[in-house]
């Protein structure tokens, strides 16, 4: 199907270099970025790839946001969601139609199970969660579990989600 890659980047305008590099070593289908820490007037662009983003809340010291980066050799088309939650998503042809989304949930902000079920709900199938979670369990190879991976592994298990790490 491809390669997809999901980075925090914690600030995506002094990576760029790094983020060409994974491009020319990868020629990932998509690249799923959380924390750009970009404002709407900054633009992203990359030659070969098309940018979903949604960037952090006026007001937040730009932290946050989120960016799906597709390749311009695999069709896409971004889907509209409605969420309260930093997230985007595109529907991208590599090889079968797959959905996409992009998510940063911040370590200190209370995530309702609710918003976490909404989001997934209007994820047409199969997708991927290219996601910084901010949750740790040993599930997923942390010497801790914390809140959040617990709320996680819930959610995992109820959705019936397969987390690669």
Not at 120 to 143: E, K, M, R, Y
Not at 148 to 163: A, P, S, T, V
């Amino acid at each position: 199907m491809g390669t997809f890659i999901s980075w925090n980047c914690r600030g995506i305008r002094s990576k760029l270099q790094d983020l060409k590099g994974l491009i020319n070593y990868f020629h990932p289908v998509c690249i799923g970025l959380q924390e750009t820490f970009l404002s709407t007037n900054n633009p992203l662009k990359l030659r070969g790839y098309n940018s979903v983003r949604r960037d952090a809340a006026t007001g937040s010291n730009h932290s946050g946001g989120v960016c799906i980066l597709t390749s311009n050799l695999y069709p896409s088309t971004p889907l509209s969601l409605h969420t309260s939650l930093q997230a985007v998503a595109v529907q991208v042809h590599a090889r079968t139609l797959v959905t996409v989304c992009s998510v940063y949930l911040p370590p200190h902000d209370d995530i309702r199970q609710q918003d976490l079920d909404t989001l997934v709900d209007q994820l047409p199938t199969p997708f991927i969660l290219l996601c910084d979670f901010n949750g740790h369990s040993a599930l997923w190879g942390s010497d801790v579990t914390n809140s959040r991976g617990l709320q996680i592994e819930r959610f995992n298990h109820q959705k019936r989600l397969y987390c690669n790490k």
